[in-house]
Each structure stands twice: as structure tokens, then as C-alpha cells.
């Protein structure tokens, strides 16, 4: 079983940066998918999640209108397009699988500054 994320980097305030996560070894299509970060000396927290089908999603009151998640079934993929990106968005980003078991991946940096 493997996610591997993509996509992190450094960017200036107010950028955008996609954020990729392949998964494998397991069956994608029946696990809802999440989006995940970790800011130094803080608890990791939910960014946004979506169900098996890509029918759902939810977002952190604190990317709402900013962030978008979405899902290729097919290609076994997940995706966090954030916009209007800020230093408080400066994390490591997880992604998330869960159905019968929790698979994570092994993060990505995100860094926002100027």
C-alpha cells in the first residue's frame, strides 16, 4: 500500500500550488480520501475530505472558498488545488485513505512566504 504525494513547494502569498496523491496497492475507488496538514509545533488537522464517489466533499472552515478537492477514480487519484494561498497555510500536507483500514501518505511542504 502507497500514497505518495506531489505538488508541494514554495510560494508566494496569494499563489496557487496543486497537490497530487497517488495511491496504490489497495482498492482507491471504495475509500474516502482526505487532505491533511501539519504546521510546526501544532496538531495535524483536517483540510478536506471526499467520499468514495467524489459525490461529497467538505472543507476546514479556514480554506473554504480557497481550496478545492477532487478525485480520479481511474487514476487512482487525489488532488488539493489551493488558491489565494497564505503564511498560515505553510504545512506539511497529508493525504488520508479510510474504508476498512487508514492508509497515510508520507507528506509534502508547503511553504508560503515571500
Known amino acids: 500500500v502507497q500514497l505518495v504525494e506531489s505538488g508541494g513547494g514554495l510560494v508566494q502569498p496569494g499563489g496557487s500550488l496543486r497537490l497530487s496523491c497517488a495511491a496504490s496497492?489497495?482498492?482507491?475507488?471504495?475509500?474516502?480520501m482526505s487532505w491533511y496538514r501539519q504546521a510546526p509545533g501544532k496538531e495535524r488537522e483536517l483540510v478536506a475530505a471526499?467520499?468514495?464517489?467524489?459525490?461529497?466533499?467538505n472543507y476546514a472552515d479556514s480554506v473554504k472558498g480557497r481550496f478545492t478537492i477532487s478525485r480520479d477514480n481511474a487514476k487512482k487519484s487525489v488532488y488539493l488545488q489551493m488558491n489565494s494561498l497564505q503564511p498560515e497555510d505553510t504545512a506539511v500536507y497529508y493525504c488520508?485513505?479510510?474504508?476498512?483500514?487508514?492508509?497515510w501518505g508520507q507528506g509534502t511542504q508547503v511553504t508560503v512566504s515571500s
Open positions: 488520508k485513505a479510510t474504508f476498512l483500514y487508514v492508509y
Open positions: 471526499i467520499d468514495s464517489t467524489g459525490g461529497s466533499t
Open positions: 496497492g489497495f482498492t482507491f475507488s471504495r475509500y474516502a
